[in-house]
């Protein structure tokens, strides 16, 4: 545990200073909605970017004004001291206005401040619907991807490389539903702050690497014994990267027995076809993948699958968070509050910042608050 939270409690880790160090390259991208094992193929370091440990966004909000989420803010920020000058590359998605906007304002500020701006810097459109014509959308623009790593990179990105990232990266889903399905006993073997960083760590080591530490790790967590006499949580909405908000309720009694977050079991929900072309198969598999509210039309797919995570976790309430002026969550999680409640399943929903601006008291507040509506709030040791 400790080595899967040392990767993720700092940007740039040991282990991705050990692959600059042997000359290895390294390639930041913002969403889920990025076919890595593309990357990987590539003779890359995929790593998601993040924006914890910004400690302001007078950067941030120089460039993007007060009123946005906080989320690329952070990021910005990051960008803006230098703490992403070890990526050799960024590929940004617009996963949402904020987020597109990132793209510019992170150009913008390295007309201002110098080698902020890594030599490869990429706009990856996802489109909002999956349908023929998007397909079709989709793959020529990763294969506009494929060209550009392999243009700027001296790739020379192939079927046969493809293949064999996505076995690697199939492998990793297939050891994370392992996980869940620990996760999600009835008396779990490790905490949701725990869990959290597993997952984060597959974000920020290399693959090869990151499957053999979890290997080790389920079999160590196998036979361990069980955390009991909590209230089960799952925690829903905006991205959350951040170990402390899951502490926080922990240490009110709670557990986080389940998530849907894309720092979550978004993630590794689905695996890519290994017998199809494979440009084919990965468009299809991250096109296809629909958690997100970003994707238009799916609301009652994505319901019918939160219901069966709140059956298969037992959980006995729901915290849908969502980022300040994130309007796509924000809007979600007020029909997923409707939906679940008549059903019984109790709900709450948080408004939050993120970074710097937390509001860790009031947040702590509304969360003791619900675990007492709950009546099952322990007092965590």
Not at 165 to 174: A, F
Not at 358 to 379: C, N, Q, S, W, Y
Request: proline fraction near 4%; hydrophobic fraction near 40%; charge should be negative.
């Amino acid at each position: 545990m400790n080595r899967f939270v040392e990767a993720v409690s700092t940007l740039e880790n040991r282990y991705i200073k050990d692959w600059k160090s042997r000359g290895g390259r390294v390639v930041g991208y913002t969403c889920s909605y990025v076919p890595d094992e593309i990357l990987h193929a590539a003779g890359l370091f995929p790593f998601r970017v993040r924006g914890f440990s910004a400690a302001d966004t007078t950067i941030g909000d120089t460039y993007f004004g007060p009123f946005i989420c906080s989320l690329p803010k952070c990021m910005l920020q990051l960008a803006g001291e230098g703490n992403f000058n070890f990526l050799d590359g960024i590929i940004i998605t617009p996963g949402c206005d904020s987020m597109r906007r990132l793209d510019e304002c992170w150009r913008k500020a390295g007309e201002d401040i110098e080698g902020i701006v890594p030599g490869f810097f990429f706009h990856f459109g996802v489109p909002h619907k999956f349908t023929d014509y998007t397909l079709k959308w989709f793959t020529e623009e990763t294969k506009r991807l494929i060209n550009a790593l392999n243009s700027h990179f001296g790739a020379d990105i192939n079927n046969e490389q493809l293949s064999e990232s996505i076995r690697l990266y199939n492998r990793t889903r297939v050891l994370l539903a392992r996980f869940d399905s620990l996760r999600t006993r009835k008396d779990p073997p490790f905490t949701g702050i725990e869990a959290l960083a597993v997952v984060l760590a597959g974000t920020a080591l290399p693959k090869e690497i990151y499957n053999a530490m979890l290997e080790e790790y389920l079999a160590e967590m196998n036979d361990a014994p069980g955390i009991a006499g909590r209230s089960r949580i799952m925690l829903v909405g905006s991205a959350n990267d951040d170990l402390e908000l899951v502490r926080i309720i922990e240490g009110s009694g709670g557990l986080v027995a389940a998530d849907n977050l894309c720092f979550g079991s978004r993630l590794y929900s689905d695996s890519v076809d290994e017998n199809s072309e494979p440009v084919e198969a990965l468009v299809t598999r991250y096109l296809s993948h629909n958690e997100c509210p970003r994707m238009y039309g799916d609301y009652k797919n994505r319901l019918l699958s939160l219901k069966e995570k709140i059956e298969s976790a037992a959980i006995d309430g729901v915290i849908l968070q969502n980022i300040r002026f994130c309007d796509l969550h924000g809007s979600e999680n007020g029909l997923f509050e409707r939906d679940l409640e008549k059903e019984g399943i109790p709900c709450m929903r948080l408004e939050r910042e993120y970074g710097p601006l937390v509001e860790t008291g009031r947040m702590k507040m509304r969360i003791d608050a619900f675990l007492e509506r709950l009546g099952r709030r322990v007092v965590a040791p």
